[in-house]
Every structure is written in structure tokens, then in C-alpha cells.
């Protein structure tokens, strides 16, 4: 991540390459979302937990002729981010776009079952989780890591739009910001809370030239949900059914199927006189009561 003083100065004084930052940027949205951004020729910052993740990224972009650095960090954590910062203002000189995918859920946070049972008032098993026996260190986790893990980078780097008067910040909201999906009380929660910080956000930074959205992307598979919603046979598990059943287009989406959206909410041409708003990518979930 060092930087000669020599190519320092070259990114300060050269083009007007926009630089972008993306959070959570090992992750299957998050990368897909930072090496689009490197295609097009941006400035590309990677922010994660694991760097090893964030370094794989770094080459895809470097390998198409982009520029990235990967800086491990939790964007739950402000003295992490302010760190980030001062490495990102030395070695690019601004930060026009900030894209807060960090988060996600843990396990422990989730129920095993849709609804209240008598035994989870006794059962102590770890495989079997209901609301009353949830460990309120994991449902803490996940409120924490989303919410504070969009608050901060948006103080810390909005900051830095508002000294430019410019900018965009696209925060990531779910299908739980509409309605409370079975099993996810703490992400349910947390992720309607984004939509509500989201529109709060925009308003106050309007003066500012700064633009705030937010995408909600609908089921796309990753490593983790894979195991949830898919069997070893490439087939549906029963939750994974539920869900294309729910979904008119009958299948999960593709990360690319997110840049395009994305890619609107940043251009502003495009998208120059929209603010504070919450975009569902979903295959139409939000649009199937299920009756």
C-alpha cells in the first residue's frame, strides 16, 4: 500500500479520476460493485476485514488496467476509518464515492424457526435458536456492524465531499427494509433503520452537494446464503424455495445484475436530482404478496 512520493503527486496533480470507496469490498456485491469501478477508470479503494479478500480484487482491477489499494480495516470503527482516510487523501488526494456494502448477518443472530415454540423456553441446544434463547452479544454484533459500519464512513469520508461540495454515497438496505423477513430480527431491524438513515442522511446533506441512496438488493447466493438456500445437489433448500416462489423471476440474482443500478445512482447526469431514496434489485420480491 506504500506509495512513492513520485506517484503520490502524480494522482494529486493528473487527471480528474474520480476515486471510490467501497466497503465491504470482499464480498460477492462489494467486489463486483469495486472492480466495475476500476473498469471504468476510477480510483478504486478497498475496505475489508480481511485483506487477503481485498487483495484478490486489487489484482482482478490492477489486471485490467485499474488502480486500487486494499486497506484492512472495520468500518465499524472510527479510529480504523479515520486511518483509512489519511492513507486514501495521501495516496489519491479525494473521495468522491463511497459505497457502504459492510455488514451482513452471523448465524447466532438467526432463528431456527419461524415462529414461538414451548421448548425454546427450556432448550438450551445451540442448534436450536429461538427468539428467547438469540445470544444478545451476536444481536448486538449485527445492529453494530450495520449500522455504525454505515454511520461512520459516511461521517468520515462525507467530511471530505463536503470540503468539495460533491459527492455520492450509496448505502446497501435489503429486503428487510421493507418487511421483517422470518429468522432475521437483528438484520430485519437494522437493515429498515439504513432505508430510514438513508433519507435522513440525504436531507441534511443536500446543502452539502452530496448526494445519499441506497440500493436494496433482492436474494443473490453467496458463499454463506449458498448453505442456507441451496442443497449439495445444486437444488433448492426449503427456505431457498420459499424464496424463488416468492420471486417472479423465479431464480436469485447475479452481482452484475446490481451495477447498473448503481451506476445510475452515481452518474450525476443521470441520476443528478435524486436523493434519498431506497432501490429495491429484487426480481420483483417486493411485488408478490405470495397469495
Not at 33 to 56: P, Y
Request: aromatic content about 8%; overall charge neutral; charged content about 25%.
Amino acid at each position: 500500500m506504500k506509495r512513492t512520493d513520485k506517484k503520490q503527486t502524480e494522482y494529486k496533480m493528473g487527471s480528474n479520476k474520480k476515486t471510490a470507496i467501497v466497503t465491504g469490498a470482499g464480498g460477492t456485491l462489494g467486489s463486483a460493485i469495486a472492480l466495475d469501478f476500476g473498469r471504468k477508470g476510477m480510483n478504486v479503494v478497498l475496505i475489508g476485514r480481511t485483506v487477503e479478500k481485498l487483495q484478490v480484487v486489487e489484482k482482478q482491477i490492477k489486471e485490467i488496467g485499474g488502480e486500487a489499494i486494499s486497506i484492512a480495516a472495520s468500518a465499524s470503527n472510527l479510529e480504523e476509518m479515520e486511518t483509512a482516510r489519511n492513507t486514501i487523501m495521501e495516496v489519491f488526494g479525494s473521495c468522491d464515492i463511497l459505497i457502504n456494502a459492510a455488514g451482513g448477518n452471523q448465524i447466532e443472530a438467526v432463528t431456527t424457526v419461524n415462529e414461538f415454540q414451548e421448548n425454546e423456553l427450556e432448550n438450551d441446544n445451540s442448534d436450536f435458536r429461538g427468539f428467547f434463547n438469540l445470544k444478545m452479544d451476536k444481536f448486538r454484533s449485527v445492529i453494530e456492524d450495520n449500522s455504525l459500519g454505515t454511520v461512520i464512513p459516511s461521517q468520515v469520508f462525507g467530511k471530505e465531499m463536503a470540503k468539495n461540495k460533491k459527492g455520492s454515497i450509496i448505502n446497501f438496505a435489503s429486503m428487510t427494509s421493507y418487511r421483517p423477513l422470518s429468522r432475521v430480527p437483528a438484520y430485519a431491524m437494522v437493515k429498515a433503520g439504513i432505508a430510514n438513515f438513508t433519507q435522513w442522511l440525504a436531507a441534511y446533506l443536500a446543502p452539502a452537494n452530496i448526494r445519499v441512496n441506497a440500493v436494496a438488493p433482492g436474494f443473490f447466493l453467496n458463499d454463506r446464503s449458498k448453505k442456507r438456500l441451496m442443497t449439495p445437489d445444486g437444488g433448492y433448500s426449503p427456505r431457498g424455495q420459499k424464496i424463488i416462489d416468492h420471486t417472479p423471476m423465479k431464480r436469485f440474482g447475479e452481482a452484475e445484475e446490481l451495477l447498473g443500478c448503481v451506476n445510475w445512482l452515481i452518474d450525476d447526469k443521470a441520476s443528478g436530482f435524486v436523493t434519498g431514496i431506497t432501490v429495491p434489485v429484487d426480481g420483483g420480491f417486493l411485488s408478490d404478496a405470495g397469495v
